[in-house]
Structure formats: C-alpha cells, structure tokens
C-alpha cells in the first residue's frame, strides 16, 4: 500500500477510535506466524503504522460493542467465497472482501447492527451462530480471543474498486459502507438473542464515576469498608472503555485480588462471595446500559455522531431558533457527522420520531428538502413510507471529531446538555435573538434549556 508512512496524526487517531479497544492489552505476532505476543498497554499510533504496513501483525480482544465484524473463510476459492458473501445478503455496498496471508484464506469485513442499532459481541455471536455452523465458518471478533485489526497490507482487497487503495483509502471505504442489520438484512434466519430484563432503572449517568473508576482500577482500594462501590466505579471505568462483560468481571476480580492493598476485610475471610457479588454487580450494570441503549464512550461517539459549535450556528440560522426544528435538525446533523463520507445516510424511522414526534418528523423533513438541506434517495431501496429507516443525503458543511462538543469524553446526550456546555445563557439568548426570535421567546427557550 502506498503512502501509510505519510497518514497524519489525526487518521491514524481515527483508525485508533474506530477499530482498537484500549483495554486491557493489545497482541502483536510477526507475519506468517500464529503466536500472538500480548503487550499489557494501550496500543500507540507507531504499532498501527507498522500494522498497516505490514512490519508485524497487530490485534486486540473485542469491544463490548464491535464497531466492524469479520467473517473468517479458510480454503475456500474466491467463486465460493462470493456465492456465500451474497447469499448472506453481502455485496460491495455493505461489505468488503480481502485474501489474506495464505492462498484461499479470506476475510469479509462489514459493519453489524442489530435493529439499527449497537449489537454487543454477546449479541452478535449469538445471533450469527447459525450461519457459522451452516457454511463452516468463523464470525470476528470473539469475546476473549485476539483479532487481528483491519487493512494491514498483507492483506489484499479483492473487491475490483479498491484494488489500488492505500491504508487511508480502504479506511474512507469502511466509513462509506451500508450498516448490515444481522437481522433484517441477513436473509438466513439468525438464532434470536435472549433480552435480559431492565435491572437498573435510575439515571444511567454516573458523575465523576469514571475518573474515580480509572483512579482506583489503577491503585486499588484507598480506604476501608469501600470495596463494594469501588468494585462498581471500576466495572463503569471498564463499560465506559467498551471492554466486553465477561473480560470486565476477570479484569475486576484480578483487580480486587491484586490491588486489594489489604483494606477490604470481605476479601480476607470469603473471596468467594466478593466474586460471585462481582458477577452479579457486572450483569448489572451492562444489562441496564444495553436496554437502556446507553453505550460506552467509543461506540457512543461514533454511532449516536457529534456535534460542534460551527454545526449549532448554522442551525439556529436555519431554524430561526424554532427550538422542535432546531432539536430535530441537530440531532440529524450529529447523526450524520460520523457517517459524513456516505453518499446516503439510513436513519431509522424510530430515531426521526425520537427527535421529534410521529406526527411531526416528515414535515420537518419535507421543510428541509425545500430548503436544500436533505434530499431523499429515490427508489425500491430509498425513502419509502413506513420502512425501517431512510435514506437521505445532507448538504452540509462538515467538521470532524476533533472540533466537536464533548463532556467527560461523550457527546451530551441531548440537545439541552450541548447548549449548555458550548454556550453560556447569555450567549445563547444573544444567538437566538440575533436570528430573528423575539426576546421574550428566547428568554423561555433560555430558561427551558438551562432549567433557571
């Protein structure tokens, strides 16, 4: 591949956020061997340029929720390996093929959902079992094993557009794929994952949990008697980092054994119990973030988008400061932003009636059509009533990531939280005159967004 040495800090930032867990290791082996050596720290941008260069072969373990998936075929021609691609519903637009270091080793790589959206590894694996078994195949990533990471070079595309495409390229390429639904768009009836119940029903948002998480999973126990709830901080640092649930409860139960700093009596008497009390305090917390579709910082980022203060200006000009349009229009936009390189972008119909109501989303849709702003795809796999989601192309300036809006690391979670962290009332209010609303509107959207 061609020009990777040059690829900038912030592609390979990208690439790093994109397809790399940090935590809690990563592995690295030479090429053309099968020993993985695991290396106890967070990967730098110099391991992913010799991996994309092909110096050495570099993976880690899974995230709780994967960001791309694998199909692992061994021994197989290439006229095979494309009858199986389209019968599982894969093609160009939502896939890409790649042979690997041995002859007729192949791997498909794609972008997995489920019900547009997040699927955990748990999910995932659950779900595509049925068509391992059937064709003899293997589904990446697996919780607890090494996968080897995306686009080294000795591994070579297959798909006739992407045959000369260097490391950046393929990267751009990955961005522009189709979402593949493991559900709707595989037409092999998938193994249906067991839902677990809603166990935590209180605000999912922890304040100052992660700080606290990453501090005591570095240190240990600092005082006596805080075992239980320190336990809870570390397995939120964990979440928050993506780590898969059954890694976290290992990861937590080595922690507590090695960095115990002999302050936790519980430990001393019944180690038994503190394990089995970590299972459950780990079953606990992931099941109530998944149902709460509240994910861990990276997934969170790159699915559910960003938004910066460039986007918000704009907005507000296009809205008129209408706060319904306003909200709509940011969250599309914040939406998009990760998807920026998509010629169309697939939004479910439950997240556009999210953003504003069953009633009320296609008006706002049909009123940014006539401004220019969105336009729909047109055709059998286009914008159609009642389908799952839509299609439609954004006319709008980008930014990337690095301008965005975050607090603790995330985007904010609603409209009112990215005001109030990118403007001060004040400034906001002067916004929103400045656009047309009158004062006594924008002192009542002021105090309905900042609660005053």
């Not at 748990?122 to 686009?151: C, H, N, T, W």
């Amino acid at each position: 591949m061609i020009a990777t040495e040059k690829a900038t800090p912030e592609a390979i930032d990208e690439y790093l956020t994109t397809f790399v867990q940090p935590i809690p290791y990563f592995a690295v082996r030479q090429v053309q061997k099968d020993k993985w050596h695991k290396i106890g720290k967070t990967m730098t941008r110099n391991c992913v340029r010799r991996h994309l260069v092909g110096e050495k072969i570099y993976g880690c373990v899974a995230r709780w929720y994967p960001s791309h998936s694998e199909y692992d075929i061994d021994n197989w021609e290439q006229s095979r390996v494309e009858d199986f691609r389209a019968e599982i519903g894969m093609d160009e637009n939502n896939s890409m093929l790649f042979e690997g270091e041995k002859r007729d080793h192949w791997r498909i790589l794609y972008k997995p959902t489920y019900r547009g959206e997040p699927v955990t590894i748990k999910l995932l694996q659950s779900a595509m079992k049925k068509v391992g078994d059937q064709f003899g195949v293997e589904v990446y990533p697996q919780s607890k094993r090494i996968s080897r990471l995306p686009f080294s070079h000795t591994y070579t595309p297959r798909d006739y557009d992407r045959w000369l495409l260097d490391s950046k390229g393929l990267v751009n390429e990955f961005q522009k794929l189709n979402e593949y639904d493991i559900t709707n768009d595989c037409p092999i009836r998938a193994t249906e994952p067991f839902q677990q119940p809603l166990l935590w029903t209180e605000d999912s948002r922890k304040e100052g949990w992660y700080q606290e998480g990453k501090e005591l999973y570095e240190a240990g126990l600092v005082v006596p008697n805080s075992r239980h709830l320190s336990q809870m901080k570390v397995i939120y640092f964990l979440w928050r980092n993506n780590t898969p649930n059954e890694m976290a409860e290992d990861l937590t139960k080595k922690w507590i054994q090695r960095k115990n700093n002999e302050l936790s009596y519980d430990f001393r008497v019944n180690r038994r119990k503190v394990y089995q009390e970590i299972k459950s305090q780990v079953e606990w917390i992931y099941s109530s973030f998944m149902q709460d579709k509240y994910y861990p910082d990276s997934t969170h980022n790159n699915f559910e988008g960003w938004i910066t203060k460039p986007d918000l200006l704009e907005i507000v000009k296009i809205t008129q400061g209408n706060l319904p349009r306003t909200r709509f229009l940011t969250q599309m936009i914040q939406f998009a932003n990760p998807r920026q390189v998509q010629p169309f972008v697939r939004i479910h119909t439950s997240r556009l009636q999210q953003w504003s109501s069953t009633t009320n989303y296609l008006s706002y849709i049909d009123e940014l059509e006539s401004k220019g702003i969105v336009q729909r795809k047109k055709g059998r796999t286009g914008y159609l009533v009642n389908n799952f989601s839509k299609s439609l192309s954004l006319k709008w300036d980008y930014e990337t990531i690095t301008r965005s809006i975050m607090n603790d690391g995330r985007t904010p979670d609603s409209y009112e939280e990215i005001i109030q962290t990118a403007f001060e009332p004040r400034d906001y209010k002067s916004l929103l005159q400045s656009v047309g609303v009158e004062r006594t509107t924008a002192i009542k959207q002021v105090k309905t967004i900042y609660r005053v």
